[in-house]
Structures are given as structure tokens and as C-alpha cells.
């Protein structure tokens, strides 16, 4: 997923706070529940859309997680549990799955079955949907030729064996298929209340059925307060503890702060400011990023291309523990590469660990200046001018000025700045019109590869165009003769990573984490690293008289 530099679509962690759950009557636990199981949530922008198939954002996404369910969901620690599938088998060459559903229902009372997850998942495909996430469908057989309208959507590879039981065909092996069929664009779609509405399907919470935990009240396609409802209809109601979920846009972190404190709402996602002030708080909890960001070089020519020394001057020459401690100040951290740390793991290792190369992420400013002279005697100059892109917000304007000050530290660079909103960040860099910009991801699913395949020769994310034949071959090995295979597959990514990092193709500049204050009242709330943010389908309130 890209990013931008605001908080709205920021992904993180799981939370620390505990997962208890209650009994009936409650007496078995030392926490009794409040009367009142409502729960004051903020988010800093508006809900754009309520249909799976063309959310993107995690506003939207944070939603849907809650309000509809998939095949399967991901629960405490990003370990997957039951959703409608109440069981699922893969065959052994890994290309066919085949989910065993529950009987459960939407909120208007129909039933929810096979058909339809091959509706929302044919809608979602099909070139007229223009659904952003189509991509996430790309193991599955025939995507390409459907997506591309060279197939109807009734071949792609997905059918209905009866009510309750679902097949998908995949085109080649794909171990982490498990995890997207948890996310928003693998959510099922009553075709008869989409053919109701039309072009209104989804635009307003009273033009869509729901089939998760919740169901959405409030929302008339523009007002920036909605409330998540409890939904009596789900199949697993009984274990949904929370009454309601009320929404509320704040987007003045003062404001925020004060309503927090005088108890109008129940969490506060700090800024660095509020942080440094508040980090000894009881009620903090720090959650940790699957989002990196990071700085690309234009490599389709010029100055950059086939230099090396520059590149890596550049990396060294920017301190990523001072912009993270000192510039940001909001709990981010140095990276160690690419890949986020927590967001996959091997036998106990994890995989920033493995794929780990000093030098790709180091501070040397003494090396950095003498490389950055053999670079510029490499392209025969004495000096040179280039530019850095960036987004317009706070943390864009703040990474921009700490790297303009500290490449004024490299002989002959005349460095000149630009940060403009994030869309129009988009289409410069996917234009190439940029010397170097800064940029950044956040996973679609917990899986190495959602930051791997980026920086593929002919992906479209690879705004600077930075090739590597022994990279390419890496990634496509994992994606293709290992997919089967954990250990091969593990090391083809980490080999993949050790050789972008040697060769400086971009320059990790800080993992985003973010620190945020939730009432101790509040209780199994869960926080994921990819996808959806939240879900409220195990959280209660206790007594806080």
C-alpha cells in the first residue's frame, strides 16, 4: 500500500493491551464489565467508501474489518483465526484451496454463501471495478486475462461447490494466500443489495449489508461522525462484547488531546510533540510499524545510474538514528533495511535480522564524503545540483530539511527541495520527473514479499527504475520454483534484500511507529502490522467508577 506521511494511513502493530475474555455474568474475572460498552474512537480523516472493492485507505479498511468478515481473520500476535471459513485444506502442489463455510448470515437476515465471495471477488477483478487492490488477486487463474477484459470474469478461478463450500484455482503456488483472503478486497458481496443501489452501493451506511461483528449506523456518505453498531445477526454475537463504536474526526492534535483528557474520547495517536511529553504516561502503548519509508534514486539515467559511490554516499551520509530519535521523535525507529522488523519470522529469526547489511543503513560521514568525490569523478564533474521530493506534511517537511542539511555536508552538492501534496508526490515519481524522492510502503499482508517484489525491474512502485538481474531472479524464485519450498523461499528473499541493500537501490530512512494513549478501561482491543488497523470484535469496556 503507498504512503504518505500522514497519520490516516499509517498501519502498525499489534497492541500490548491483553485479550481477556469474559464470561457471561463476568465473576470468573477480576474486571467487571461497564454498563455502558460503548467505545469513543477518533479518526483524523473521513470515510471515503464502504466498498471492499474499492477500498484502498486504512479508514475505510479499519471499517470493513469490522463490519464484514472474510474467510478467515487475522486475530492476537497477526495469527489467523475462523471467519466464515470455518475450515479450509490445500492441495499438495499448493494451487488449490478449498474453504468449508459456516452458516451465517448478513445483517438483513440472507444468508451468506459461497456465491457470494465468487461475486465480490469476480466484481473486484473486473477491469470496469477499476479496484486498486485488483493486483492482490494475481495468483489466482486467469486474473490477468479477466482483469485485462480478455476473459469474462466467470473464469476466474474462483467457484461455488454448493452453498457452503468455496474452490479457488491458483495459477502457481502462493503460501501467503491465507492472509489475503483475511483482507478487504477478498471480502464477500450480496450481489442483490449491489445491484439495488447501483452507483450508490456502499456510498452511505444504509446502502450496503454487513456481515461481521458490527454493522455501520450514522454514515451519510460525507458527515465526519459514524458508529460502529453491534450486529446481532453475526454468527458469533455472543462473543462481541462492545454495545457500539463511536467515530468522530479530529484533525487538530489539540484538540484531539484535550478530548482525550477530559475523557470525550478514548485514544490519542500522539505526535512527537505530545509524545516526548507523555512517553512516561501509564496509558501509552507504542505500536509497531509494517510501513518503512524510504528514499529513491532516479536511475532511468543520469547522474545515479551505474554510480554506486553516489548512492552510497547519500546513505551514509544521512543519520537515520537522529532523524528518528531527535527529528521525528514520535517512536520511530533506524531500519535495518527494506523489510520492517516484526514483520516476518523463521524459526525465532527475524527477517530484518537475516537480511541484514550494515553498510546499507549505517552513518559514516568521513566515507561518505570520499565516496561522493570518486562519484563525481566518475560522471566528470566538480560539483553538481539535484533535487529531493517529498510529501507536504509535517513529517515530509521535517525529513526533507534533516536531509538537506545533511547532504550540505557532501563537496560540490547544490541540493533544492520540493513538498507538494501526496498525489501530486505520486505522479511525479511515477513519471520520473525527480532526482530523488522520498517515498514509502506499508504491507498488504505479513509476508516479506509485499516489500520484495517493489523493486522488481518492471514493477510499477519502482519509481527510480533501479535493476538488478540477480535481484529479479531472487524474488521471482520465491514467487515461483520455491513458492512450495519455506526454506528456499525464505532464503531467496533474504539474498534479495542483502543485494538491494549492496547495492544501495534505495536508502531506508526510518520505520514508522507510533505511540498512542488508550484508556486503561479499555481492554482487547487489537492492533495489526498490515492491512485493516483495528479490530473491536473482542474489546469491552470495564468499570472505571
Known sequence: MAMQFSKTLTLAAISGASLLLFSACGSKSKRQLADDQTLHWVETADLPTMDPSKSTDVVSGGALNNVDEGLLRIGQGSKLRPGIAKSYHVSKDGKTWTFNLRHSKWSNGTPVTATDFVYGWRRTV???????FAYLYNHVKNYDAVNKGKKAPSQLGVEAHGKYQLVVTLSRPQSYFKYLVASQAFLPQNQQVVNKYGARYATRSGNAVYNGPFKLTGWNGTNDTWTLKKNDQYWDAKATKLKAVKYRVIKDQGTWLSQYQTGKVDELMTDGTQYRHLKTSPDIHIRGSASMFYLEFNQRNGFFKNNLDARKAISLAIDKQSLTHNILADGSQAPKGLVPQNLAKKNGVDFADAAYVKS??????TQARALWRQALQQSGKSSISLNLLADD???GKKTVEFIQSQLGKLPGLKLTTATVPFNVRLSRSTQGDFDMVVGGWIADFPDAISFS??????????????QNKAYDTDVKNAEGKDANNPDERWNDLVNAE??????????PLYQRTQAQLLKPYVHGVQYFPTGAQWDFSRAYISNHQ
Open 360 to 365: 546499507g543503513t549505517t552513518y559514516d560521514l
Open 498 to 507: 542483502k543485494t538491494l541493500m549492496q547495492q544501495q537501490g534505495i536508502v
Open 126 to 132: 473486473k477491469p470496469s471495478t477499476a479496484a486498486q
Open 393 to 395: 506534511t509535517p513529517n
Open 453 to 466: 517484489s517493489l523493486f522488481t525491474s518492471n514493477n510499477a512502485y519502482n519509481r527510480g527504475r533501479w
